[in-house]
């Protein structure tokens, strides 16, 4: 079953955003099971949505990406993203 990420990042810009995304592009197999992404500026840091195929896929991904979020000085906000599964997914227009 499908999960729905939200994750709220105080204090993080969009230059930080972009530069974390850059080195895990360069991390073989990080965005398995992402089935969409967003990342969206506030006025106090990012909100960053992902849908993802299965727990161990957004597991696998946390464990992943943290270290090199870390590097890049991005906080520990103490605060888990809110997790919620998903009834039903589509994309408009989408055949199959």
Same mark, same amino acid.
């Given at each position: 079953?499908?999960?729905?990420? $939200? ?29 969409? $992404?967003?990342?969206?500026? +506030? ?8 849908? @993802?195929? +299965? ?16 590097? $890049?000085?991005?906080?520990? +906000?103490?605060?888990?993203? @809110?997790?919620? @599964?998903?009834? @039903? ?5 989408? +055949?199959?």
């Amino acid at each position: 079953m499908a999960l729905f990420v $939200h994750a709220v990042v105080p204090g993080v810009t969009t230059e930080q955003y972009d530069k974390l995304n850059a080195d895990l592009q360069q991390t073989p197999g990080v965005f398995d099971g992402c089935m969409a $992404h967003a990342c969206v500026p +506030t006025d106090g840091g990012l909100e960053v949505f992902d849908m @993802r195929e +299965t727990e161990q896929q957004m597991n696998a991904f946390v464990e992943k990406t943290m270290p090199v979020a870390t590097e $890049h000085g991005w906080p520990d +906000t103490g605060v888990a993203p @809110r997790i919620m @599964r998903v009834h @039903r997914h589509w994309v408009p227009g989408a +055949t199959g």
